[in-house]
C-alpha cells in the first residue's frame, strides 16, 4: 500500500529556513518521481519542486534558487530543503508520488495519483 508521511513544517521567520521530509513506502522511489506541492489559503494548489531517480528536477519560478529537493533512496525519503522564506511561501506543503513509472518529472498535479496528508509551514515575524 503507498503511503507517504510529510514532516517538518513549522513556523519560520522570514530568511529562515526549513528541511520538509516525505517518508515513501509501498513502492519504489527508483521507478517513481516524487512531487511537493503547496497551497496557500484561499488558493489553488501548486506545484514547488519534483524529483526522480536519474537526479532529474524540477522547480517552480517563485522558489528557483530557494528550494532544494533531494531523495535518500536507502531511507525512501525525499527531502525539500527550503531557504531564504518568504511570507508567500505559507501554505499547506505536500508530497505526492507520481501514477506511473517516466524518464522525467513535471510540476503538473494531474501526474500525481497519492498523496500524503500535508504539512503546515507559516511564514511569519
Known amino acids: 500500500q503507498v503511503q507517504l508521511v510529510e514532516s517538518g513544517g513549522g513556523l519560520v521567520q522570514p530568511g529562515g529556513s526549513l528541511r520538509l521530509s516525505c517518508q515513501a513506502s509501498?513502492?519504489?522511489?527508483?521507478?517513481?518521481?516524487i512531487g511537493w506541492f503547496r497551497q496557500a489559503p484561499g488558493k489553488e494548489r501548486e506545484g514547488v519542486a519534483c524529483?526522480?531517480?536519474?537526479?532529474?528536477?524540477e522547480y517552480a519560478d517563485s522558489v528557483k534558487d530557494r528550494v532544494t529537493i533531494s531523495r535518500d533512496a536507502t531511507k525512501t525519503t525525499v527531502y525539500l530543503q527550503m531557504n531564504s522564506l518568504k511570507p508567500e511561501d505559507t501554505g499547506v506543503y505536500y508530497c505526492?508520488?507520481?501514477?506511473?513509472?517516466?524518464?522525467?518529472?513535471?510540476?503538473?498535479?494531474?501526474?500525481?495519483?497519492?498523496w500524503g496528508q500535508g504539512t503546515q509551514v507559516t511564514v511569519s515575524s
Open positions: 524529483i526522480i531517480r536519474e537526479g532529474g528536477s
Open positions: 509501498g513502492f519504489s522511489l527508483d521507478y517513481y518521481a
Open positions: 505526492a508520488k507520481d501514477a506511473v513509472p517516466r524518464r522525467g518529472c513535471t510540476l503538473m498535479e494531474s501526474t500525481f495519483h497519492s
